[in-house]
């Protein structure tokens, strides 16, 4: 299993990027997909998850109408669409799977992260 994080790097307050993140070794609709941040000297925070069933989505307070959470299981990639930013909402991004195995159990998984820098 590997979860892939891409798509971050330098942008000005205000902006906007997508990260996303490219899973393989089980399929996208089997799994609880989040990211989570880790900014500096912080512990890491869950950002928001869609779940695998129906889709449904929960944010962090702190980027409700601002980030957006979404899945393509055709390619079996997961995206964070972030709009304005801020300089707080610099840290690693990291994807984390929640698989429902076929045979009833459950693994979890976390990819190496993708990193959002929001300066001017």
């Known amino acids: 299993v590997q979860l892939v994080e891409s798509g971050g790097g330098l942008v000005q307050p205000g902006g906007s990027l997508r990260l996303s993140c490219a899973a393989s070794g089980f399929t996208l609709s089997s799994a609880a997909m989040s990211w989570y941040r880790q900014a500096p000297g912080k512990e890491r925070e869950l950002v928001a998850t869609i779940r695998s069933a129906g889709g449904s989505t929960n944010y962090a307070d702190s980027v409700k109408g601002r980030f957006t959470i979404s899945r393509d299981n055709t390619k079996n990639t997961v995206y964070l669409q972030m709009s304005s930013l801020k300089p707080e909402d610099t840290a690693v991004y990291y994807c984390?799977?929640?698989?429902?195995?076929?045979?009833?159990?459950?693994?979890?998984?976390w990819g190496k992260g993708t990193l959002v820098t929001v300066s001017s």
């Open positions: 984390h799977a929640r698989v429902l195995w076929s045979g009833g159990g459950v693994s979890t998984f």
